[in-house]
């Protein structure tokens, strides 16, 4: 059975945001009862942004435990009975992964979720609203934080969400400053062009703080 956490789910990429998460993950990796699942939403393919597929992904690395590198014995239940390596078998449909997701939770595993760029996800609504039945089935066992461009709307879901808005939490020179440190006053073998091409790295900067603004990040529930 193919359903743990593949490399592309561990670490979308090698910048701040893969280390945080690789961070996370490690944190996670020493405990059988703690699991971090994330995804980043993207519009590259229809199947990147659909609720549904954001959900399937986040029930994969819920479900596997890499401290003994086994899969949760519900989703393990469900996939057999579902007809094991067939192809009509996967992936489970959406109300099943709620369902899955939530015998996790209420078997006694802690589980952190983060999800970048909500507002790529097709219906994110739905996916926060699934979400949001886990956490009330099981009380303080599931911990969630999300980001997006513009207002998702958690409050509507969630009751009092915690919200940040990094426009106003990080002043606009605090943010150049750190575009300008992470390209550039990094050790050149850490550093996206390993300092070969200073012109680049320039005109990387320019962009970068030119689209900084707009960036709002809502911590959900804890």
């Known amino acids: 059975m193919s359903i743990s956490i593949t490399p592309k789910e561990k670490a979308d990429t090698l910048d701040h945001r893969g280390r945080i998460i690789q961070w996370h993950l490690d944190r996670a990796s020493l405990y059988h009862d703690r699991r971090l699942a994330f ?71 802690k589980l952190r979720i983060i999800i970048d760029a909500l507002d790529e996800c097709d219906e994110p609504k739905k996916l926060l609203k699934a979400l949001r039945d886990a956490f009330q089935d099981a009380p303080g066992r599931l911990e969630l934080l999300v980001s997006s461009r513009y207002e998702v709307h958690v409050d509507e879901v969630f009751t009092n969400p915690v919200k940040v808005d990094i426009n106003t939490s990080m002043p606009e020179t605090d943010m150049i400053t750190y575009i300008t440190t992470e390209i550039k006053e990094r050790e050149k073998d850490e550093r996206i062009l390993q300092g070969k091409r200073l012109d680049l790295e320039d005109q990387l900067i320019k962009i970068l703080c030119g689209r900084a603004g707009g960036m709002y990040e809502s911590p959900v529930i804890r």
């Open 39 to 109: 995804f980043y939403c993207s519009r590259g393919t229809d199947l990147q942004h659909s609720y549904r597929a954001v959900l399937q992904a986040l029930l994969r690395q819920a479900a596997y435990d890499s401290v003994n590198g086994e899969i949760s014995e519900n989703v393990l239940n469900a996939y057999k009975s579902a007809g094991g390596d067939s192809k009509d078998s996967q992936p489970f449909a959406f109300k099943k992964c709620d369902e899955l997701l939530r015998g996790i939770l209420k078997s006694g595993v």
